[in-house]
């Protein structure tokens, strides 16, 4: 069945859905784990790589709104059933909740995280997930950390007694997708890692971080330079974020670099009022996020190691591909100008509900 064959025969039967129970065949029939639409998704990966990034964005926007419109409609007969039983009871029960009850804001990190997650969508990128209690072999092994790596003790890894750990990286996942997706693939993700640090104002030991991998033949710096401003454009809602690449190193990746992005705050009045004898510097005096640079540090990238790319079963003499890796929560602070990592899991609704961006009364799905 073609796509727009499969859009109209969504629209007549949408239509027809009168109770509950027509509404989950509806959401069974295409939406569940067996449902149409999902299988459609999951045979992405057997198309070309141009019918893959159409397919993949058509199909999101389908799955989305059907989603969406048959959220509003079982909300439609819930209140319609209680309303009439309301009616012919001639009763009025204190017990059933508010139907207009505020349902309060979502969390600023969650807000970040889907709003990332839906601009890699819309570029072809496969949106995974992982766990966060993994094996050694996931967190470390996979991604050519060596035994001897500081990154193993105890003082920055959770170990559990049956020898698994809380993941320290979203990289973690890497192997999975590569054994997954194949040798070409595009996946993004966002996920929480744990490190056993010192608790301070820019250190949690739970935190996030987003982390983006392309596998393919002809796969350049330049594809990880372009997708770079992507992922930073999308989570700042800034469309003049420009990145530079500074060489570094990390273990699964060969070249590596660390990313710095243009600074965000260096165009406030009370920046741009300061001078500067030089013309590099001029709107960069007084900024206290990226010291007069102009550029803040936000996280590693490079092309991945072919160490890497063989654990997953990938011949790395005939693909190559990128990888990046961002602080999602160090990313929020900076979007929302937040000094103190810790408001994020203080459980403070005052504290999270004032940041700036809060959307009052969201949808929490």
């Given at each position: 069945?073609?796509?727009?064959?499969?859009?109209?025969?969504?629209?007549?039967?949408?239509?027809?859905?009168?109770?509950?129970?027509?509404?989950?065949?509806?959401?069974?029939?295409?939406?569940?784990?067996?449902?149409?639409?999902t299988a459609l998704i999951s045979n992405i990966r057997n198309l070309s790589n141009e019918e893959r990034i159409e397919s993949g964005r058509v199909l999101n926007i389908l799955k989305r709104e059907t989603e969406s419109n048959l959220f509003?409609?079982?909300?439609?007969?819930?209140?319609?059933?209680?309303?009439e039983k309301l009616m012919n009871d001639k009763l009025v029960d204190i017990t059933i909740p508010s139907l207009?009850?505020?349902?309060?804001?979502?969390?600023?990190?969650?807000?970040?995280?889907?709003?990332?997650?839906?601009?890699?969508?819309?570029?072809?990128?496969?949106?995974?997930s992982g766990p966060e209690i993994v094996s050694e072999y996931e967190n470390f092994t996979a991604v050519n950390v060596p035994e001897d790596h500081p990154?193993?003790?105890?003082?920055?890894?959770?170990?559990?007694?049956?020898g698994q750990l809380l993941n320290t990286q979203t990289s973690s996942l890497q192997n999975h997708c590569l054994r997954k997706y194949g040798p070409e693939f595009r996946a993004f993700w966002t996920g929480r890692c744990y490190r056993n640090e010192n608790l301070d104002a820019r250190h949690e030991q739970a935190f996030f971080q987003v982390e983006g991998m392309m596998i393919g033949k002809d796969i350049s710096i330049a594809n990880l330079i372009y997708f770079n401003k992507q992922a930073l454009q999308a989570v700042l809602n800034r469309t003049d974020i420009d990145v530079r690449l500074r060489p570094s190193y990390f273990p699964f990746t060969?070249?590596?670099f660390e990313t710095d992005a243009t600074c965000i705050f260096?165009?406030?009045?009370?920046?741009?009022?300061?001078?500067?004898?030089?013309?590099?510097?001029?709107?960069?005096?007084?900024?206290?996020?990226?010291?007069?640079?102009?550029?803040?540090?936000?996280?590693?990238?490079?092309?991945?190691?072919?160490?890497?790319?063989?654990?997953?079963?990938?011949?790395?003499?005939?693909?190559?591909?990128?990888?990046?890796?961002?602080g999602l929560t160090r990313l929020v602070m900076l979007k929302y100008n937040i000094s103190d990592i810790r408001v994020f899991n203080s459980g403070n609704l005052e504290a999270l509900g004032s940041i700036k961006g809060g959307a009052k009364n969201e949808t929490i799905t």
């Open positions: 069945m073609n796509l727009k064959t499969m859009e109209t025969q969504i629209k007549n039967e949408f239509e027809l859905l009168k109770t509950e129970g027509d509404c989950s065949i509806f959401h069974a029939k295409y939406l569940g784990k067996s449902g149409e639409i509003k409609l079982q909300k439609e007969i819930k209140e319609r059933e209680i309303n207009k009850a505020e349902t309060g804001s979502l969390h600023p990190i969650t807000r970040a995280q889907r709003e990332i997650e839906q601009a890699f969508r819309d570029i072809g990128f496969i949106i995974e990154g193993r003790d105890m003082q920055d890894t959770f170990w559990l007694s049956n060969e070249p590596s260096c165009d406030k009045e009370n920046v741009r009022q300061e001078t500067s004898t030089t013309e590099e510097n001029k709107h960069h005096v007084g900024c206290g996020v990226c010291k007069g640079t102009g550029w803040v540090e936000l996280g590693g990238c490079g092309m991945v190691h072919p160490n890497v790319l063989a654990q997953g079963g990938v011949d790395p003499n005939k693909y190559q591909g990128f990888a990046f890796c961002y």
